[in-house]
């Protein structure tokens, strides 16, 4: 024996297992996607899917030893390459082309992934914050009061003129309390002219 092979009888380390997982598809079923937002549940599944086969620390940055004491690992680029393979088939082929080249490392493609969906959390925070949209109760109280001004002006204005030239406005009604119709049967709310 040389010392350079280990001995026969040696346990099977967790990266010897990572080898043979033939999809990860079958762990991590939902691709990320941009449209989907779905980073936090995925990069969660994708980190602990990483530490059980004791490869997370390829999403790290890398350390810097000044020293040169530590040993190198001659297997680290082909582990780094593994994880780098694990994270694009776990996301969206869109993604894979934004993150990932022939020569990104796993931290590389994990970075470029985090930055990505960072700036995304803050646009959408941002637009939550200054456009907050109305409910719909408060918008159909709005459009209910803007009706009933709308008629009162009407029934009180009795020198007023149907002319094709006054302006029209669209008021939708409830179909319950209109006679049927075909647009009440097609479902199509039914609108009627005020002049």
């Known amino acids: ?70 040993p190198i ?5 082909t582990n780094d390459s593994l994880v780098v393979m694990w994270m694009s088939s776990t996301i ?26 960072m700036i995304i959390s803050m646009l959408v925070l941002f637009n939550l914050t200054t456009e907050k949209l109305p409910a719909f109760e408060e918008v159909r109280s709005m459009i209910l009061l803007e009706e009933s001004d709308m008629l009162q002006q009407s029934n009180g204005n009795s020198s007023f003129q149907n002319t094709s030239s006054s302006p029209t406005i669209l008021v939708a009604t409830n179909t319950s309390n209109v006679k049927a119709s075909s647009t009440k049967n097609s479902g199509i709310e039914q609108c009627r002219n005020f002049q």
């Not at 549940?41 to 790290?60: A, M, P, W």
């Not at 690992?73 to 680029?77: A, F």
Request: proline content about 10%; glycine content about 2%; charged content about 20%.
């Open 92 to 117: 969206s082929p869109k993604l894979v082309d934004m993150v990932i080249d022939d020569s990104t490392t796993a931290h590389e493609v994990w970075k470029r992934l985090t930055d990505i969906f």
């Open 1 to 70: 024996m040389t010392g350079k092979t280990p001995p026969p009888n040696l346990p099977k380390q967790p990266i010897d297992k990572a080898y043979s997982i033939t999809s990860i598809k079958a762990y991590i079923p939902t691709p990320l996607d941009l449209e989907k937002l779905n980073y936090n549940f995925l990069s969660n599944l994708l980190k602990r899917f990483c530490k059980t086969y004791y490869v997370h620390h390829h999403l790290e940055a890398p350390s810097s030893t000044s020293t040169g004491t530590a």
């Open 73 to 77: 690992d001659p297997y680290h680029d």
